[in-house]
DNA sequence: CCCTATGCATAAGAAATTTATGTATATTGG
DNA sequence: CCAATATACATAAATTTCTTATGCATAGGG
């Protein structure tokens, strides 16, 4: 059906989520709240980030199962007013994983900082 | 062909590049330096990130066509010691972009910090 | 009833990069 | 002199990661 509107898009407050920062997102969440479910991280991301950056459905449950399938996260099944939920949680693995990834994003801020070298610094 | 060495690897210190990071990397670049050419951009890179980022060329010359294709790059031709050198410097164009992509990349890492809650934060 | 929110999922396409080549000249070590 | 490395460009195929577009199902508000 055609768009009866003249608002066409009110694609808000974009993402520009660099790609590869979303499975360090996700471990860094389940590392603190302990475990959570697939939409639960799409609503604290959005509300971390203060609606800056918006994780998609279509992103975020292919890297769910992908970090299970690594044997990073391991799966609960829960019944919440007769709707599904998927709880999530760290295995051994993925709490190393987790420091690693920090790690590395620590590593590649400072590289960039080294390289675009703002006006800001890490501390 | 087998390998004929035990030593398999040495894939050192490898890139990690964050998808998306590499056009700013180029725009900043240029813009501190006047001009420069792809093999210099790739050695500057890995002086400046102390050999953490890794471009390759199969990333960068695609990359500068596109700026280029874009109208944020201009290109010169040299020849030196009997070698080609392409310059590449920023348009006007190329000058906004990159102050704006400069911005973003704050946005995304302020939010990252948002998320990741690190022993670090930005100043 | 219909729309929004909650909650999962997958498929098709796009975008950015890696990996693998290819070409060519210059320099260095043995 | 020759082989390996460095300099300097380029492109194609494959891969990774994400967006966009769907699809299914339940709950609640107006």
Redesign the pocket.
């Known amino acids: 059906m055609v768009n009866e509107n003249s608002i066409v898009q009110e694609?808000m407050g974009n993402?520009k989520?660099?790609?590869?920062?979303?499975?360090t997102i996700i471990l860094k969440l389940l590392d603190e709240e302990g475990k959570m479910?697939?939409?639960?991280i799409t609503?604290k991301v959005k509300e971390l980030s203060k609606g800056e950056l918006?994780?998609?459905?279509?992103?975020l449950?292919?890297?769910?199962?992908?970090l299970e399938a690594e044997g990073l996260l391991d799966v609960e099944v829960a019944r919440?007013?007769?709707?599904?939920?998927?709880?999530y949680k760290l295995t051994e693995k993925g709490e190393k994983e987790t420091v690693s990834r920090l790690a590395e994003l620590e590593d590649f801020i400072r590289s960039m900082q080294q390289l675009v070298n703002p006006k800001w610094s890490i501390q």
Chains 1, 2 share one sequence.
Do not use: F
């Open positions: 694609k993402s989520l660099y790609k590869g920062s979303l499975n479910y697939g939409y639960e609503q918006n994780i998609t459905e279509g992103a449950y292919p890297a769910l199962h992908k919440v007013d007769n709707r599904l939920r998927k709880y």
